[in-house]
């Protein structure tokens, strides 16, 4: 996500954005204030920061002390923001109105920021433009999206065989990803800055349904052959080479030679399986390996952390390590864990602690 600004500047991210209209020096104050968002070159010296900003009243004001603001300084700010959105659609929509509150709560309400769903002010389409010529303070959207502007706005969001969030993140910050998009921007009147990012996301566009066989690999017989014919695409599911050699080899060849698409899912790469038979190996070098990484540390902090707060329930950090030192790190083991975890809380009547996270680990 990411935010933008006008003449001025903007903020946004990665897949999803946010813009802003308004003067330098508001940006300057809006910037020192949401430094968790917008990170200054390392020349940017803190004292050389300050004078630039005229006086040493002006950091008071930055830092919310209400009791010695000036007139001026209580000015408050009503800002627009629009989105690519639903109105508090799950992820994107919800992020949005809790950057907007951030902002709020972080300028000790002077910036008070309202958020527009899709069609509510603009088409979701559209918004980049409207926060370009002054429409609105800050925009929340895709940069993908922003294609017919420059090709390269897409490698701000998500490009196939792409970077991950973490890469994203390193590229950006510490790779002056930031620097390349703000050049890009400059010519919109716009400034990017990143606002968050859902991760990587898989998905597929098409004119029209692909007919298609599932099948698990354990399935895949003689009869298989026969009914291929009649199909576009056909989908091995929990392959571990368990299928004989030669009848798999004639499938894939039976596939090609037909122009089929066929897709082979398995907990490792194809290649990596021990094929004695070489045309089968062969077919195997040429697929394309596209894998779904197990969750990070961080990642499943947060699944835990969200999922019982939504219960009310708070998790302690060391009961959090403890339990990323020992759970089986998949999504389906995490979710079990959570589920097995509060109901064994709720028909003891404890609260989660170090007993009942072992008696569910079986430690």
């Known amino acids: 996500m990411c935010l933008f600004y006008n003449l001025s500047w903007v903020f946004f991210r990665d897949a999803n954005f946010v813009w802003v209209t308004t003067n330098l020096y508001k940006v300057i104050v809006f910037a020192f204030h949401f430094k968790i968002i917008i990170k200054?070159?390392?020349?940017?010296?803190?004292?050389?920061?300050?004078?630039?900003?005229?006086?040493?009243?002006?950091?008071?004001?930055?830092?919310?002390?209400?009791?010695?603001?000036?007139?001026?300084?209580?000015?408050?700010?009503?800002?627009?923001?629009?989105?690519?959105?639903?109105?508090?659609?799950?992820?994107?929509?919800?992020?949005?109105?809790?950057?907007?509150?951030?902002?709020?709560?972080?300028?000790?309400?002077?910036?008070?920021?309202?958020?527009?769903?899709?069609?509510?002010?603009?088409?979701?389409?559209?918004?980049?433009?409207?926060?370009?010529?002054?429409?609105?303070?800050?925009?929340?959207?895709?940069?993908?999206?922003?294609?017919?502007?420059?090709?390269?706005?897409?490698?701000?969001?998500?490009v196939p065989f792409g970077m991950n969030s973490q890469e994203m993140n390193a590229w950006l910050y510490y790779g002056d990803g930031i620097k390349l998009w703000e050049k890009l921007y400059d010519k919109f009147n716009l400034i990017p800055r990143p606002a968050g990012n859902t991760g990587v996301q898989m998905g597929g566009w098409?004119?029209?349904?692909?007919?298609?066989?599932?099948?698990?690999?354990?399935?895949?017989?003689?009869?298989?052959?026969?009914?291929?014919?009649?199909?576009?695409?056909?989908?091995?599911?929990?392959y571990q080479n368990n299928v004989e050699e030669k009848l798999f080899y004639s499938v894939l060849n039976q596939c090609l030679l037909s122009n089929k698409y066929i897709i082979i899912n398995s907990v490792k790469p194809i290649q990596s399986f021990e094929i004695k038979l070489k045309d089968l190996k062969s077919r195997f070098d040429t697929f394309i390996n596209i894998g779904i990484n197990l969750p990070t540390d961080e990642l499943i902090k947060v699944i835990i952390s969200k999922n019982f707060s939504d219960k009310q329930v708070?998790?302690?950090?060391?009961?959090?390590?403890?339990?990323?030192?020992?759970?089986?790190?998949?999504?389906?083991?995490?979710?079990?864990?959570?589920?097995?975890?509060?109901?064994?809380?709720?028909?003891?009547?404890?609260?989660?602690?170090?007993?009942?996270i072992k008696k569910v680990l079986n430690k």
Request: net charge positive; with cysteine; aromatic share 10%.
């Open 40 to 158: 200054f070159g390392k020349k940017m010296k803190r004292r050389k920061f300050l004078t630039s900003l005229g006086s040493s009243l002006a950091l008071t004001s930055l830092l919310g002390n209400s009791s010695s603001l000036s007139a001026k300084e209580k000015t408050e700010y009503q800002w627009k923001m629009v989105t690519s959105w639903p109105k508090n659609f799950p992820g994107l929509g919800t992020g949005a109105e809790n950057l907007a509150q951030l902002i709020t709560n972080l300028s000790n309400n002077r910036i008070k920021v309202k958020v527009f769903g899709a069609n509510e002010l603009v088409p979701p389409l559209e918004v980049f433009d409207f926060v370009s010529k002054g429409g609105a303070e800050l925009g929340h959207s895709g940069a993908y999206y922003w294609k017919g502007k420059s090709q390269a706005c897409q490698f701000f969001s998500s």
């Open 314 to 356: 708070k998790i302690d950090t060391k009961l959090l390590e403890y339990i990323l030192k020992n759970i089986d790190r998949s999504y389906e083991g995490i979710f079990d864990l959570i589920d097995k975890l509060d109901n064994l809380s709720l028909s003891t009547g404890k609260s989660i602690n170090i007993n009942l």
């Open 206 to 238: 098409f004119n029209k349904k692909i007919n298609s066989l599932f099948l698990k690999a354990s399935e895949l017989n003689n009869n298989s052959l026969l009914i291929i014919k009649t199909k576009e695409c056909l989908i091995i599911d929990e």
